[in-house]
């Protein structure tokens, strides 16, 4: 039982639903390309998106939605918790960059507010 308790990976980050599905994307990919992960593993999610594709065995969108979370929770729990954990930092990292770079992108809305008005002036039509 406590080697239960010690294999959970946290995932969720304190960004939005997007951000978050995105990583969880991104890390399964990752795992996908990994050869320390087991063939017989990445049958999982390949096998929910065969699920998917496959008319005669879809119900329909919320079943297929099921498996496909299902799958792919069940692919990354049962991934090797060094290479998830190793792959999900060098995520986060990319994310902490990316935030970084947007933060210093962006104008400063902070600086000084200049007040005026518009008059319309009549020297153009003449």
């Known amino acids: 039982m406590s080697e ?22 991104k890390l399964i990919l990752r795992l996908m ?50 290479v998830v954990q190793e792959h999900l930092e060098a995520l986060k990292a990319t994310r902490k960059v990316m935030d970084s770079y947007q933060e210093t992108s962006q104008p400063d809305t902070q600086g000084e507010i200049i007040d005026g008005e518009i008059v319309e002036s009549d020297a153009e039509e003449k």
Do not use: H
Request: aromatic fraction near 6%.
């Open 4 to 25: 239960k308790s010690n294999r959970k990976i946290t995932i969720a980050q304190n960004g939005g639903f997007l951000q978050d599905l995105t990583l969880r994307i």
């Open 33 to 82: 390309g990994d050869s320390r992960v087991s063939p017989m593993l990445k049958l999982l999610p390949i096998g929910s998106l065969a699920y998917l594709v496959v008319p005669d065995i879809a119900i329909g969108p919320i079943d297929d939605a099921a498996v496909i979370w299902l799958a792919t929770y069940l692919f990354v729990e049962l991934c090797p918790p060094a």
